[in-house]
């Protein structure tokens, strides 16, 4: 009984001090958006086959959830400011959509802008808050990315927390993904409002560079890696640094594309796929759905990886994951091959943020390599390794 009355209690606090709907994102989100790979061009042919793709490719058993429509499906707001689809592009309406999406065991996610216009320039929500919220609430939405374009005069903590008080007034739960770019430090203060923050500008398909577009630029992945530091003490369950959508098989190298996707496990990033999943090749598809890498990026601890060290080319980061276990990924930075030897019993690893330490007092850990699925010995001797250029080594240590 006792019980019963504190959970109305809390039930009914929660309808007077709005919130962002809790426990939505206890691990980080796992999904597909259509932007990486599709930019504007989308349509609902495109997302009832990528749905239909999530599941015959196993990304759905591997544990991927969302399918996000980034931006541009916009149509017209009607007379009384309520947005609708572009109906060429999504004829039968979104609600079918999501029914469709729904009903392969997904959920639906969508776009939008504080701004007037979203960065496509297509209608944004400003003014339009709790009508929008209340539109996707109709259409079944689970997750919506709430982008920056277009919003002089606004200011950030304020536009992102109006929108989360009109997903509450509109009473269904869905996943606030706060897309500002990282530029007013929204791991700062968004920990109540969204459940994931944007950390940095657009990604781009390329290992190492930087693609200037003039008043903007795209950022490689190990630019997007650098940008990471100092974050990880923010992000937890239900709150996590989103280093941006993955370039998986966009493009780039098998090896870049591994070294991308364990770098996203090791960050506890969102697993946010951005390619096309109907016509993606074995190796990508074995990538986007190695159960281990994505049990380290999955671990209910949700502590952020950190850089243990920089050797040359190579470095060494470290994440713990519940039962003591550890995941470990060796990364080159590089384009040729390394040697390494890392030798478990003269250096001290140990995390201030979790309070977690590798003892080996306590024993030797058991080693697993991740990538080439088979064990590989234990902490009692060196692990020596050649790992060639642009790619890792990925290791889960465990008693
Ligand atoms: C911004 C976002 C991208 C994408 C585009 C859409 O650049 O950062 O992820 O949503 O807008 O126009």
């Known amino acids: 009984m006792k019980q019963i009355i504190f959970s109305m209690i809390i039930f009914l606090a929660s309808q007077v001090f709005c919130q ?60 009384l400011g309520f947005i609708h689809p572009d109906p060429d592009r999504f004829p039968s309406g979104m609600k079918a959509l ?20 979203t960065c496509g320039g297509r209608s944004g929500s400003r003014g339009h808050e709790y009508q929008d919220a209340m539109q996707y609430a109709r259409w079944g939405v689970d997750y919506l990315k709430y982008d920056w374009c277009n919003t002089e005069g606004l200011k950030t903590e304020g536009a992102y927390l109006t929108i989360r008080e009109a997903i509450h007034a509109a009473g269904r739960p869905i996943v606030l ?13 968004a ?80 697993l946010v796929a951005g390619n096309d999943l109907r016509t993606m090749s074995k190796e990508t598809t074995s990538i986007l759905t190695n159960k281990e890498a994505i049990a380290v990026n999955q671990d209910p601890l949700g502590v952020q990886g950190f850089k243990f060290s920089t050797t040359d080319s190579i470095e060494t980061w470290f994440k713990p994951l519940e039962k003591e276990a550890w995941a470990v990924c060796f990364l080159n930075r590089a384009k040729s091959n390394r040697d390494i030897t890392f030798n478990w019993q003269t250096q001290k690893i140990a995390d201030d943020f979790s309070g977690r330490k590798i003892d080996l007092t306590k024993g030797y850990l058991k080693i697993k390599d991740i990538w080439q699925n088979k064990n590989v010995g234990t ?10 250029g642009h790619d890792v080594r990925m290791l889960i240590l465990e008693y």
Request: net charge negative.
């Open 20 to 79: 962002k709907f809790d426990g939505l994102a206890l691990t980080p989100p796992m999904g597909w958006n259509s932007w990486n790979k599709f930019g504007c061009n989308v349509s609902e042919k495109l997302i009832q086959e990528t749905a239909d793709a999530m599941v015959s490719s196993g990304m759905k058993d591997a544990g991927y959830q969302y399918i996000n429509i980034d931006d541009c499906w916009h149509g017209q707001r009607d007379s």
């Open 191 to 270: 920990k109540p409002i969204g459940h994931l923050w944007r950390t940095t500008g657009d990604i781009t398909a390329c290992f190492d560079c930087v693609v200037d577009h003039g008043t903007w630029k795209s950022w490689g992945i190990m630019q997007i890696l650098e940008m990471q530091k100092g974050l990880r003490i923010y992000a937890g369950p239900d709150h996590w640094n989103d280093p941006d959508m993955m370039e998986v098989g966009n493009g780039m190298s098998v090896n870049e594309d591994r070294a991308h996707f364990s770098m996203w496990c090791m960050l506890a990033a969102p």
């Open 379 to 388: 902490t009692k001797k060196p692990f020596v390794a050649q790992i060639p």
């Open 98 to 117: 999501s029914d469709y999406i729904h009903s392969k065991g997904l959920k639906f996610g969508i776009y939008s802008d504080a701004g007037w216009q």
């Open 177 to 189: 993904s706060i897309c500002e770019w990282g530029n007013s430090k929204p791991w700062e203060w």
